[in-house]
């Protein structure tokens, strides 16, 4: 083989090597923009202070074993405490007591306290509810929908949600009684 056919081959070699890295590349930057255009098109919405609190349906059995449904939209004119939780996690569980003891007071002055539960066991949940005496609603998003729509990540998670249906303040992790009082006085229906 000559020195030409060497070089001849060489450089075909090198064109073919080219063009298979090139369309790898191409491959690559194809996949990079599309998952950035996906992720740029995902739904972000994360619910703040200022907007207007999502509706949603969910349903109960209340004391008298009936079905019972609650909706959100069902509840304006009212300030609303919505309080994602489940039996599984401490701060739910350290942060119920000081809900129910300033649920009977509040409820007359037009607060609503909406606890959805996360659990599946609803036997676990309803011994939760005669160990803490609970009597707000307690509304199981078994399937967690209402947890998605709200982009909840921590538990608890809790939105105070004024009498119009806006979202005036959100927080995550465990209330505490003092912390818990001063968020009611925020949504409080004005009379």
């Known amino acids: 083989m000559s020195l030409e056919q060497r070089k001849a081959k060489k450089a075909q070699k090198m064109k073919k090597r080219f063009i298979f890295r090139s369309i790898i590349l191409i491959v690559m930057l194809a996949a990079i ?10 739904d972000k919405s994360i619910y703040r202070a200022g907007d207007v609190a999502p509706d949603f349906k969910l349903e109960q059995i209340n004391s008298h074993n009936e079905l019972e449904s609650i909706q959100l939209s069902d509840l ?16 739910c569980e350290a942060e119920m007591p000081f809900m129910e003891k ?23 949940v309803d011994r939760f509810i005669d160990k803490y005496d609970l009597t707000f609603p307690i509304l199981p ?33 465990a209330l505490t009684l003092e912390n818990l009082e ?10």
């Open 76 to 91: 304006k004119g009212k300030g609303v405490m919505l309080n994602f939780w489940a039996t599984y996690c401490k701060p």
């Open 141 to 173: 998003d078994h399937k967690e929908q209402v947890m998605d729509l709200y982009k909840v990540g921590q538990l608890p998670s809790t939105f105070f949600i004024d009498e119009s249906g806006v979202i005036v303040d959100k927080v995550d992790g």
């Open 33 to 42: 923009v599309y998952a950035l255009v996906a992720n740029f098109n995902k």
């Open 182 to 191: 001063k968020q009611f006085q925020k949504i409080l229906p004005k009379k």
């Open 102 to 124: 300033l649920y009977p007071e509040y409820k007359e002055k037009g607060i609503e306290i909406v606890a959805v539960n996360l659990d599946v066991n609803t036997l676990v």
